[in-house]
């Protein structure tokens, strides 16, 4: 391939790079866009996507070998095919994939595949097997993203994985060690525990998911007690070792005392690392922000002309953060004008049950010296919750003490999830606690609880 020139270049395939370019396109700016794997990055091919397809299988299996269930259901012996149900998701994976690839086309985005490497703020020289070329650009927006953290002296192989390795097992392993109690390895960790593994979660810190307050994690906490898992808060991995097939850590306790784990494999998520350091992209001495790369409130790198966005950023490293920073950037490049100011930025945590938090806790707010109200509305008492057997959770608004505007909301609950759309739309627009109370919502579902909530604050629940 010739060397290239184009108005805007875009460095990275992932939710936030693809959709700057698709958007750069459609209005109407020359962009290239360089991947060196398949389109849709982590979220797409070995993360959100993948991941959320087995959180949904190991449901199912579960949900058929419930022999708690009141509902009068029985099933024969319910078996999984783990090589099949591998390849299952591949399938939806590719299909997500040709689809990014059809709306970058339409959009008249030239897609490139190689390894970039950045000569200068204008200028990156793409690899692709024997062959390089050139790629010059008036604008350049870099989206690396992130790779998962390891422990010390420990990389992934063998029986030591990543969320990457862990989604591509095609047997359910006996013993399944978890290291790090955050989402990702309580997402994973849940859902092999339903498919019938001994789990085991391992957390340095005093409790699990601790970005979320305790309210919220508590009724996380209570099921994986219920489905078995075993959890050691407190502790640390002091090392690791790998016998043939197996892993045996050595864990050092809140006392002081250490003890040792065997497992058939160890799921590391510790966290993950912006992808800052590859593509040449140390040399271009941009300002950074610890290990990620530091941007203005319009994406803007200390270098004229280059932007950053997604999880070379920094946290919260989130698909549906990178899409939006993506598609702002799009939006100043065509000269429009925009800056990152979001009232309501959703945190969902896929765990059984799921946990949404959306704006500010009222712990933010009263920092701020902002008086609140708070009200929650349990599961309990929803007629959803209870004819889906899983009333465990709540839904709690946090509004102005003065005026009734919402400042955040957060709730946890199975399939919590699908209503971070309705928390999110209320708090950009800046709605108060009587305009949800006063929306009609829909009987029975548990889009109740947030009508409830919204109505506590006012002093008028009437299902509590």
């Known amino acids: 391939m010739k060397d290239l020139t184009c108005r805007v270049l875009v460095v990275g395939g992932g939710p936030g790079g693809y959709v700057c370019a698709i958007r750069a396109g459609q209005l109407g700016l020359d962009t290239v866009l360089v991947e060196r794997a398949a389109l849709g990055g982590t979220c797409l091919n070995v993360g959100c996507i993948p991941s959320k397809a087995l959180i949904h299988t190991a449901e199912q299996f579960h949900a058929a070998t419930d022999t708690a269930s009141e509902t009068g259901l029985s099933f024969g012996k319910a078996t999984v095919d783990m090589g099949r149900n591998v390849a299952w998701r591949r399938s939806i994976v590719d299909r997500l994939n040709r689809g990014v690839a059809g709306l970058l086309k339409k959009a008249k985005v030239r897609v490139v595949t190689g390894e970039a490497r950045f000569l200068d703020g204008k200028t990156v020289e793409v690899t692709d097997g024997s062959s390089s070329y050139r790629i010059n650009a008036d604008d350049v927006v870099i989206a690396t993203g992130s790779d998962p953290v390891s422990l010390p002296d420990v990389p992934f192989d063998g029986p030591v994985l990543s969320s990457t390795e862990a989604l591509s097992l095609t047997e359910v392993p006996d013993r399944l060690v978890v290291v790090g109690g955050g989402y990702i390895g309580l997402e994973l960790g849940t859902a092999f525990a339903k498919f019938g593994a001994k789990v085991t979660v391992v957390e340095a810190g005093d409790r699990l998911l601790p970005q979320y307050d305790s309210a919220l994690t508590?009724?996380?906490?209570?099921?994986?007690?219920?489905?078995?898992?075993?959890?050691?808060?407190?502790?640390?991995?002091?090392?690791?070792?790998?016998?043939?097939?197996?892993?045996?850590?050595?864990?050092?306790?809140?006392?002081?005392?250490?003890?040792?784990?065997?497992?058939?494999?160890?799921?590391?998520?510790?966290?993950?690392?912006?992808?800052?350091?590859?593509?040449?992209?140390?040399?271009?001495?941009?300002?950074?922000?610890?290990?990620?790369?530091?941007?203005?409130?319009?994406?803007?790198?200390?270098?004229?002309?280059?932007?950053?966005?997604?999880?070379?950023?920094?946290?919260?490293?989130?698909?549906?953060?990178?899409?939006?920073?993506?598609?702002?950037?799009?939006?100043?490049?065509?000269?429009?004008?925009?800056?990152?100011?979001?009232?309501?930025?959703?945190?969902?945590?896929?765990?059984?049950?799921?946990?949404?938090?959306?704006?500010?806790?009222?712990?933010?707010?009263?920092?701020?010296?902002?008086e609140v109200k708070v009200s929650e509305f349990p599961l309990a008492a929803n007629g959803r919750a209870m004819t889906r057997e899983r009333t465990d959770g709540f839904v709690r608004v946090v509004a102005e003490k003065a005026t009734g505007v919402l400042l955040g909301i957060q709730a946890v609950g199975t399939e919590i999830s699908e209503l971070s759309a309705a928390f999110s739309i209320a708090l950009e627009m800046g709605a108060r606690a009587e305009d949800v109370a006063a929306t009609i919502h829909a009987h029975p579902t548990q889009g109740e609880g947030f009508q409830e909530a919204a109505l506590g604050v006012m002093g008028h629940a009437l299902h509590i």
């Open 218 to 370: 508590k009724p996380v906490a209570d099921r994986l007690k219920s489905l078995s898992v075993t959890v050691h808060t407190g502790t640390t991995v002091v090392s690791v070792s790998k016998t043939g097939g197996a892993v045996t850590l050595q864990l050092r306790t809140p006392d002081g005392t250490e003890r040792t784990l065997e497992a058939e494999k160890a799921l590391v998520t510790i966290g993950r690392r912006p992808n800052a350091g590859s593509a040449g992209l140390s040399e271009l001495g941009l300002d950074m922000a610890g290990p990620a790369i530091a941007i203005d409130d319009r994406c803007r790198t200390s270098m004229r002309g280059v932007y950053a966005i997604g999880d070379v950023t920094g946290e919260p490293m989130l698909a549906h953060r990178a899409m939006a920073q993506g598609a702002m950037v799009a939006d100043l490049l065509a000269g429009k004008k925009r800056k990152w100011d979001v009232r309501a930025f959703p945190a969902i945590c896929f765990t059984d049950p799921e946990i949404v938090q959306v704006g500010q806790t009222a712990e933010e707010a009263k920092q701020q010296g902002i």
